[in-house]
Structure formats: C-alpha cells, structure tokens
C-alpha cells in the first residue's frame, strides 16, 4: 500500500493553489486589498485580548530578548495589532489574507491553512450585511449544502453584565453554554444570588432556529437595553438575508473561543464536514484597547477544512 | 435525513434499548444478535452498539450524530460535544478511596493515584492543591492499594460493595455521574429538528425512570 506518494501530493498543492487563487480573484474584484500577515505575536498582548484561549496550545518561541512570542493562532489579531497603533481618524481598510495559524494539537504542530477578511474603519450600516453576504457568496461556490448559523454576542453581554457574575461563575457559565447543557446551567444558577437576568439565561437554549422562532420563545421573558440592541441588530440581518438565502439558522447562545467579538457572530458549515469552513464576526470592542473605538468586522475562511470537502465531493 | 445514533454495550446500554424501545423508536434493535449496527429504515435510523469509552470518539468526529454516554467518559475525554440531555440512568459517583481507616493526606507529600481516569484525577487534585502521580490502570483499580502500587484509588463507585469487598472505603466524592445524551456539534445544526425529536422521546421515558427508581 502506497501512503503518499509525490504524485499526489502535488495533486494536492495544486488543488490548494487553484482554490486559494479563486477565493482570492473574488474579493480582489470585490474590492479588497492583499495584505500579508506575520506568523508570529507577543504572547502577552495575545493573552491579554483572547484570554478564553487555550494557552497551552499556542507554539511559544523566545526572542533574542528572552520575550515570549508566539506562533499566531489566530490572524486577526495580528491585524489590528499591527494598525491600530498608528490608526489615523477617517481611514478604511478593506483587506484580506491568506496566511497559516499554528497550534500544538497534542501530537505535534498543527499548521492551518486560513484566507481571511477584515473591513476596519467602515461606518456603514450595512457592514453586516455586506460581509454576510461576501461570506454566503464564497462557501456557495463550493457547496449547496451549507448552512450558516448567525447569533450576537450583545444578547449574552447584555444578560452577563447585568448578573455582574464573579470572575469564575462567568468563565463556568460560558462553559456550560459551549456544551448546552441545560440541566447542568439551570442547576448552576440556582446556586447564586438571584437577578432578574437569569430568567431570561435559563431559557437561552431554546433561543435558536429562524428568527421567528426566536421572538416566539422571547415573549414575556426578561430583556434589558443591550439585549434589546444585539436583537435589532439580528432582525436587521434576518430581513436581509432572507432575500439571500434560506440556510440560515440563529442562536442566541453562540459562545466563541476568541472573546473579542462584540455584534454579530457567524459560522458557516458545510454538510459532511466536521468543522466550521467559515468563523466571523464584529469586533469593535477590540479596537478600543488602542483608545478609540473603530467598527471592525471580518471572517476567515479554513482551507483545510473545505479542501477536504471539495476532495470528497469529486469521489462520489 | 437520517440520524445515526450510538449506544454504549452493556448494562449501560441495556438500559438505554429499553428505553428507546419504550419510546417506540429502538424496535430494530436485537440485543442478542451479534450484529453492530441496526436501521430503521422507516424512521431514518441507525442505531450503532459500541463499547462505551468510544463513543464519544463516534460522536466527536461526526460518525454518530448523537450518542448515550457516561458522563465520566465526557469529563475525561474533555470533548468538543454539546451535552444535550442528563438522564436518570447511569447515575454513580467518581470517587477517591483507598485502604480503610489508613490516614494518606499529608502535608507536602505526593501521593499515588491509580486510576482509568487520568485527566479527571489531575483536574481534581490540581484544583484541591494536592500533588499526585498518576498510575494508569485499565481494571481492577482496588487492587491498587491493596498491593501497595498506590496510596489511593480515583473510581466509579455505585453501592460501594466492591470497595467494602476490599477492605477500601471512599474518602471523597468528586463528581456524580449519570448517563447523557451528546451530540455531534456540527450534526445538531443541520439535523437539529430531528435530533430534539428524539431527546424529546428519551426524556419523557427517562423522567418516568426517574419517577419510579
């Protein structure tokens, strides 16, 4: 039996490159510039914004200084940390990427290969839509098996501040809601102090579906002014991509890995594959860091993930 | 769109076939035969018998889309799953004991664990501050102390017997267990209509369980 043979593993190289080049002509034509990301940050501004990471897994290197810096596991931050320092009033950056993430996956380094998207400096109502759009666009060139699922993390923000939750009983909930284990959350909360916000966070697996499902099972429940604003937000969207596509699923409950998504968060699946080909989302907040708050937005394409989907369709 | 559902073999997964079945939707399943895998061509159903500590590996990579497991096997594999619904059966405790009346806790001192459930015990003692080595064991745990291979022993412990049978006791329960229904993350958004049907179903048999044990 013949494992790999070059033969095949050029086929591969030249089916990655192919897919790369057509993601790439399309956002060049939609308007966005190429730029190049660097493959490595300080581990401790990484940390410092995405501190629901995994820390163990991040591939840690020394510099001549002794600084710890780190194997990017994750592009965007990069991005803004490479230009928020000198944003200047006014700017827009409409840009995408194609570069590799790194992470230690227990065996060994795992090397991801990533095309990404970000609009930085945009004020523009309709952002959201657009890059939903853009989004929706690429993954139904490869697929009409997918499906998008679309929540905002307002909603959560807005229940969790309220609950003014310990550091610790914040970090076990969003545990929790990672697995949607609803006895185990309704169990947990009856162990703290009561606010009025936790009527509404029992109930918040069953705020998923269309999004008129979603307002059905939101009558007569708790919302503060947050809330209220990541909803609107959502009933925005949903109004416009109805007109788009039908495959499209929300969920209030959507917890991510990178905290600092602030707005609308997306993922887009494809059927048969085992993990999210396309991971976005709006992330403002992150800017602020660097004292003023800019709308930022963008998403990322896995192309290890959907290559493996392309591989499989061309079998059957 | 059919749904492919894992089912642990043995007491466990006796359990839940009654359960399935009593819910009208496990009939295609023959315990006695030597056969693995069960359709229901009718309801779109595949049912799968495997050993219980893989599957959470099935449902995990998307074999399965949803599975009964126990939620030992979910805390030690730390999966990326959701954890749909607890259920009334498989209900026991993850415990630490060892030999009966023997003092082990000491300040500073590492103590041995033997244990199947490595991650689980380094995850409890680290959070209690108690350094431990770990020894891998794949049965018989409470022969462990007993033969002087550990000081203490991190187990499943039901009624306790088989402790008292070995002259161990229990120091501590660390975590109660009861069989879950998980689910694959990506099968749950493409199939999660189908996939609450069916917990659904398993609830309400589960609660009547609950009820009357």
Known sequence: MNFLNIEDEMKFFQKMYVLRKDIENFLFDEGYMNIEPSIFEGYDDFIGVNSRIDKKSTVKLLDNNSEILILTPDITTGIVNKFMPRWEMGSLLKVFYYGKTYKHNGIGIKENREMGVEIIGERNPNTDENILNTAARIIAKYSSNYLFEIGNSKFLKGIMQSCSFKKEDYENILDILYLKNRQELKEYLSKLPYREPMSTLVNIFDLEGTFEEISEELKGLYMNDLMKQGLEELKKIDNYMKNITDKITYDLSMVSELSYYDGTIFRGYIEGSNKAIIKGGRYDSFTEQYGYKIPAMGFTVELDELIKVLYKEEQR | ?213
């Open chain 2, 1 to 213: 769109m059919s749904l492919t559902i894992a089912i642990p073999k043995g007491r466990l997964g006796s359990q839940a076939i009654d359960m399935l079945k009593a819910a009208g939707i496990g009939e295609s399943i023959d315990e006695k035969s030597r056969k693995l895998v069960f359709d229901d061509e009718q309801r779109n159903l595949r049912f799968m018998l495997l050993k219980n500590s893989d599957i959470i590996t099935y449902v995990e990579n998307g074999v399965a889309d949803i599975g009964i497991s126990g939620k030992d096997m979910i805390m030690e594999n730390s999966a990326d799953i959701y954890e749909l619904y607890k259920m009334n059966i498989g209900k026991c405790k993850i415990s630490v004991a060892g030999i009966k009346g023997k003092k082990i806790f000491k300040d500073d001192t590492i103590i041995k664990v033997a244990t199947k459930f490595p991650e689980t015990a380094k995850k409890y003692f680290n959070s209690k501050g108690q350094k431990i080595k770990i020894i891998k064991l794949n049965g018989s745990i409470e022969l462990a102390p007993i033969l002087g291979l550990s000081d203490v022993i991190v187990d499943i412990v039901e009624t306790g017997n088989t402790l008292k049978a070995n002259g161990l006791e229990v120091f501590e329960d660390m975590y109660p267990i009861t069989a879950m229904v998980i689910s694959n993350k990506i099968s749950y958004k493409f199939k999660r209509k189908e996939i609450k049907e069916i917990i659904e179903l398993i609830r309400k048999e589960d609660e009547k369980y609950g009820e009357n044990n």
